[in-house]
Structures are given as C-alpha cells and as structure tokens.
C-alpha cells in the first residue's frame, strides 16, 4: 500500500538480522515493540505539535540511544579490545545540512554530538578525541566510558572471541555461544538505530547511531556517520536511515543511492528502496536494511534479512511496530 | 573536445584554488608543472605495460604524498594544534573494493594505509591510532610525526593563526601575510591529491589523499577519505577523485553524484561532471574541482576555482599538465 498525504510522520529502526533461535516469550517479544511503540509516540506528539523533524528524529534517535535493548548509546556493543566506540550522524533536508561523529567513547548521546557539529555549520564530520572536546565545549553531556558497559554485551563479546569471529564473520549455523533472549539473534544482528520523518511544514531529516559490531577492530568506522551511505536527508527527495553491513552500505552509498534513483531514475519511494535493498546491496554483501520517507509522507522499511525492528507513525494514527518479515506494514 | 578511445590513460590533480596574488616567475610555475609531469610520465609507463588501474592511481598518490609542494603525506597542512592529520581512499572500479584512512599522524604514505585497507577485505574505513596500528602490521612505514612538518606549511599556519581564520574561512581581499610564492594562492587553496586511470583491460580505479585544511580543528574530516565523497570508482561508470571545500563535498556526494548522473540520467561524463562541478556544488559552497575518466576513455577535469593543479596522460601521447583556467584541456 502506498501513502500521498502529508500528514507528517515518523519512521525508526532499531537494527536489522536474523531470527534467533532461542525460544522467545511472548513477553520479550513485547519488550522490543514496546520500546520502539514509546519512542514512535513520543515522535508522533513532537510531530503533531508542529515540531520540525530534524528535531523530532534528533530525538527519537536520543531515545534509542538511551534504551539498553538497541546497540547505540547505553547498551552499545564491544571493540575487540573491550571498548566502545560510537558513531552518529544526521541530516536536514531542507538545506543539506548534516553533522556526524565518529569513534567518540566518552559522549552520552553521539547523535546530540552530531546535531551540535550541524548546528555549528563548520565541519560536517569530527572524530575521534577532537570530537569528544567539541561536543563537550557544546555542551553534550560526557560520560566515563564504562558508562556504556552493559553485562549481555560484553558476554556477547565473550562468546565472540571464543568462537573467534567478528558479527560480520559469522555462519549462522555454527552459533552456539549462548546470549539474552531476543527476537532477532544477538551474534548475527546489525546493530544500529535511526529514525526519519517528515513534518508539518513538508521537511525531511534522518539520523543514525550505532555502537558499531561486536569485536570490531579499534577504529573501524561503517556507514552510520556517513553521509549518503548510512544517513541522508533532502527535501526533494527522501529522508533514509540504515542498518547492516556497514561495509557494503558504503561502497554502496546506499542512503544516497534512494535519493539518486528517485531523483534520476523518477522511481517512486518503495521501489527505489528496494532496488537499493534487494537488488543492489547483496551482491556487495550488504545484509541489512533501511527507513524512508519522501515529501509526500510515503514510507518505506525494505530489509533483506529475517527481520529488522521498526515502527512508524503518522499524526492521528496508532503507531505500528514490527520485527519479522512476516508482518504488515507499508512498502516493505 | 571528447575521447572515445580505450586507450589507457591517467588523470591527476594537485589541489584547486584561486591565482596567486604574489609574483610568480616562469620558474616557479615550471616547478609545479614538472612534478605534475613526473608522475604523468611515470603513471604513463606502469599503464603502456598493462599494469592495473589500482596500483597506477595507488603510486601516482603515493608519489604526489612525497612530493613537499602538494598538501598531502610530507607537505601536509597543519591543524589548529599543530598537528597533521592525514586521510586518503582508493577505489577499485571492478567490484567496488575500497579502503580509506582518517586522521592518522605516523604513516608515511596514507594511500598505501588506504590500499592495505582495501586488500585486507574487512572494514573499508579505518581512523586515527586503530588505523596506523592495522597498517603497521600491514607493513606499512611508520614516521615519527616531525616527518612530515615543513617550513613552509608552518609558516602558512602562523599567518593563519594570525589574521584568526582557517582556510575555508577566508576572504581573499583582507590576505596580507606573506607565504611562499606558488601559483595558486596557498591561502585559499584546497589541498588534495588525487588519481583516476582507465588500464589496458578496462579497469577504472580513483584515489584521493590529503592534509586538509590549514588550521583545521583536530579530528575535522573532509571528503577526501570517504567513498563516494572524495573518491569513487566504477567500471559501469567513472572514477572520481575531488579537490574542494569538503563539507559540500560530503553533503552533495560529488564522486557518486558523477557516476549517478552517468548511470541513470544517461548524462555523457563531461556534462555529469560540470553539472557536480558548476551547478550542484557551489550552492553549498563548494568551491574546488574533480577530475573523472570513464570506460571508454573520456577524461573530464572541471573546477570552479580560479585554478586546479592537474594533467592527464593517454598512452602514447605527450602528458599535458595545466594550472588556470584559461589553459587547453579536455572537457574543462
């Protein structure tokens, strides 16, 4: 089904793999969908009281980032060395306008470190220590970076390290280290978050953040801070965010190749999604997948794996979330 | 004029800018010229004996990193604190492989960090101690970070510093300070490095390396390093390697705008390129140049600058370097 209101409306995701094979309650199904329905109505409210969207994305992001259950902010995943290091980035459509943040271990919210390095309109991309002194100059809460240790990452690190892969390197069926209960399986999920949305006043935005994947090498950054790979924004086109195979996503530019093949190519929103997902991504082996919404308020969710955690919302509609592929939604 | 030859045939640049308001003698232009004919010739000879685009555009940077008068490896720029801080990427046209390094201080040659990036097949981005830890066991040369000071970009930071602005942040009537004749006003100047060639059997391949920007603030990085920013290549398409303001760089994803503009509008590559160069970037203000080849052998070198450092060599033809605007070139 497609939407051509502009009733404004926002989308999230909270990362995309496959389905674990852990028995899952029914209840710890409804701890993720409750997560994503809280945030997707927190936006929904921002949304309908005209805020713009490149505020209502910073903020949907912030949640996520706050929420253990996602790999963002709190409850990021581990470095091969025992670390975390966070990535953001995010875009306003009606000017081009985008901050990012790359490998920062000491920043509450990365995606507030990224809003803070747009805000400035200097650099579109700090990293590393320099960004950290940045955001804290801007007043972005700094934290100790145990802060972000959290116990069932760090056993997923464990169980990594004992079988000796990283979460790209992995073949599904020889996972056997055990880890928390979750719908999507913790050792092959693409942990990132990001919301887009447009407003009332007919603006896009999008925003990404990820902790990255369990057992990355130091200092490896994938597409989430990137413009036009894991984040991109532009009224004229479509607002996206994605999740999956870093790698791929780059080499892919997969955010701007949305924007491009609706641009270019006229493709309406749900095709030049999937194109982007189903068609160009895998043969770069980019698993994953990603959020849209363009300027007449279509949405679209495409993914290539078992599931994805995501919601959307329009102003005056219940807010719907999902996990499996199996699910109604739009464009999917 | 237009080429429709497979005849191999290498591109590079040095750097865009506005003229030099200091006398420049014959000899000090010959200067620039003669290295820029240095590594045409030499880039000429590996392509005429069936090397492989990567490895072509991989030494052409490499060899621009050592030379002092281009800001990149030894030459670099100084940051806010001192500092260098060096980024560059490489692209492989036949399956979209690339690597990239930002912010790294102690290798010698950041494109030979990129390309060992790429071989290694994992992370395609890698920054600050993380990616020298990984080149160093790559076998990559290490520097102490003194290596790559010279006078002459020390005193570029001084004046800098002096009149309180960075090089992005300049107005060109209110320069004063001296600084070392060079044809392109080394003020204003946009410091990158970069290659793209089309091989023997139809391989495109780009790279891009970089200092940045004089005074930059720690951990800022432009686009130099990230794919389809900076660099981008794709035998479908073209390769691209860009010289400019970054940020606008990032935000209009020039090089993936290049090929998107070949692949989807149809657009002949030196119509894509001067709508990037002219149209597209300077509403957000990017100022600067990229240079482009396509399969087929098409060249393009546009800037909206006042001059841009580059040549070009096909196999067996003489190498042609220029520096102004006003000079000969294909598809300017």
Not at 73 to 89: F, I, P, Q, S
Not at 209 to 229: I, Q
């Amino acid at each position: 089904m497609s939407f051509s209101t502009t009733t404004p409306v926002i989308a999230i995701h909270g990362g995309a793999g496959t389905l674990s094979r852990a028995s899952i309650s029914a209840e710890q199904q409804a701890a993720y969908r409750a997560a994503l329905d809280e945030i997707l109505r927190s936006a929904q409210a921002m949304l309908a009281g005209g805020a713009p969207a490149i505020d209502v994305v910073t903020e949907a992001v912030r949640q996520l980032e706050e929420c253990p259950l996602f790999n963002a902010g709190r409850g990021a995943v581990y470095t091969a060395d025992g670390r975390h290091e966070l990535d953001a980035c995010v875009m306003r459509g009606s000017d081009l306008a985008a901050g990012a943040v790359a490998g920062v271990r000491t920043l509450r919210n990365p995606i507030l470190a990224a809003r803070a390095v747009m805000e400035a309109g200097g650099p579109v991309l700090l990293i590393g220590p320099g960004a950290e002194q940045f955001a804290a100059e801007c007043g972005c809460e700094t934290v100790a970076p145990e802060w972000f240790d959290t116990p069932h990452r760090l056993a997923q690190l464990h169980a990594m390290q004992a079988s000796d892969r990283i979460a790209l390197d992995h073949d599904a069926a020889s996972h056997d280290a055990p880890t928390v209960p979750a719908p999507l399986d913790e050792r092959d999920k693409f942990g990132t978050v990001g919301a887009v949305a447009l407003d009332a006043h007919g603006h896009l935005a999008a925003a990404t953040s990820t902790g990255g994947m369990t057992n990355k090498r130091p200092g490896r950054v994938g597409d989430s801070p990137l413009v036009g790979a894991g984040c991109y924004a532009n009224d004229r086109t479509v607002a996206v965010s994605c999740t999956g195979v870093g790698e791929a996503f780059m080499r892919g530019l997969a955010a701007y190749d949305v924007s491009a093949l609706v641009e270019y190519v006229g493709l309406p929103l749900r095709f030049a999604a999937r194109r982007v997902v189903m068609d160009k991504l895998p043969p770069l082996g980019g698993r994953g997948g990603l959020i849209a919404v363009d300027a007449r308020g279509n949405v679209a969710l495409p993914f290539n794996t078992e599931g994805m955690y995501r919601g959307w919302a329009r102003v005056g509609e219940a807010p719907v979330s999902a996990i499996y592929a199996d699910e109604a939604g739009p464009e999917q």
